[in-house]
């Protein structure tokens, strides 16, 4: 995955292109005895010296091991383990990645709490603690989400992106991370609803609406993100047949359920039968118009608690669905034996 710039601005802004600074290659470490323009400098690890391996005058003293501090046998662990701390996290570029602890026992004096304050407000400015708390808070609900890492390092990079340029300034943390989740579970084809994010991170709808909004205009992502998907639609938008997967398996369906219910969705759009309902409503009204083509037994008050929609909004549904029943249901079907149209109930009232 690419770290670099993983959300451009529309507009990108004009940045001043800060000189590079390196070490100087062109200065070599010589004997000064054996002024041998090839050296052979060698490393003490055992007394800290650097040492001329031709004289053998110490050109140094003191030097750091960089060597691991325990043995590695190479068939049972691989790779020499170094001691150089963590893998360095792309997301922390440009912020000092190596953390102090100060231990808190201090015999009840009460030293190591001021140190640990005073550590704590110079270790790192504000903007990086915030930063920090950010991060941690975003792994956190992706874990509760049970989102793969690749949706919580999506989300990271775009509240990054969003803090360097003050997009979302004087709006609450909450709202800005939960905005960040939801369009990274779009960009990762890992839908989740508007309702679903709210009900996780306790943000109004009306406030993550207006965040991601903001954001999706400054970084110029795909518009509709919360409409149905049609035939020409972007592929980051979802759809009520991205739903049915997840809503199936909740439901304990049989696996020859969900793609005849994608079927039915696809035709129905074709059709322009629903056409402005929510994609949850589609997938709430589809299943249980589909279970009850395939005498599988499911109530509606079932279908409502997973889908999270209300059960007069499933019924909706599947009285439009029932009307266009013929165009609907393939013939296949009915020839196999797998749908028959009388088990449809004329009203859709709960089995």
Not at 40 to 47: A, D, K, L, M, T
Not at 169 to 177: D, H, S, T
Not at 220 to 234: C, E, F, I, M, W
Not at 266 to 277: C, M, N, Q, S, Y
Request: with cysteine.
């Amino acid at each position: 995955m690419a770290y670099s710039q993983p959300f451009p601005l529309a507009q990108p802004l004009q940045k001043v292109q800060q000189p590079t600074f390196g070490p100087d290659l062109a200065v070599r470490l010589i004997c000064p005895e054996c002024r041998d323009p090839n050296p052979n400098i060698v490393e003490e690890f055992s007394s800290g010296d650097l040492v001329c391996g031709t004289c053998g005058l110490v050109l140094g003293d003191r030097i750091v091991d960089t060597r691991s501090e325990w043995r590695t046998f190479a068939n049972d662990e691989g790779d020499d383990p170094s001691r150089v701390g963590a893998a360095s996290d792309p997301l922390m570029e440009g912020m000092e990645q190596l953390d102090t602890t100060i231990s808190f026992r201090d015999g009840g004096s009460g030293i190591a709490r001021e140190l640990q304050r005073a550590a704590s407000r110079s270790a790192a400015s504000r903007s990086e603690r915030n930063l920090l708390q950010a991060f941690r808070d975003i792994a956190s609900w992706c874990d509760q989400f049970s989102l793969p890492k690749t949706i919580s390092d999506i989300a990271k990079q775009l509240y990054k992106r969003s803090d360097e340029e003050k997009l979302l300034r004087g709006k609450p943390l909450e709202a800005v991370i939960a905005a960040c989740i939801f369009i990274a579970c779009r960009q990762a084809h890992v839908p989740r609803t508007f309702r679903e994010i709210c009900n996780l991170t306790h943000v109004s709808k009306k406030v993550l609406g207006q965040c991601y909004k903001a954001l999706e205009q400054a970084f110029n992502l795909t518009p509709g993100a919360s409409q149905d998907r049609h035939v020409n639609a972007p592929s980051g938008t979802t759809g009520a047949e991205d739903l049915l997967v997840r809503y199936c398996n909740h439901l304990d369906l049989p696996p020859n359920v969900q793609p005849i219910c994608s079927d039915i969705i696809v035709k129905a759009r074709e059709l322009g039968i629903a056409d402005g309902r929510s994609p949850v409503s589609i997938a709430g009204g589809a299943i249980y118009f589909t279970c009850c083509l395939l005498d599988k037994q499911k109530s509606v008050k079932e279908i409502s608690a997973v889908a999270g929609v209300s059960e007069g909004t499933i019924k909706l549904v599947y009285r439009l669905y029932y009307a266009e029943k013929e165009k609907l249901v393939k013939e296949e079907w009915i020839r196999d034996g797998k749908a028959k149209l009388e088990r449809l109930p004329v009203e859709s009232g709960s089995k």
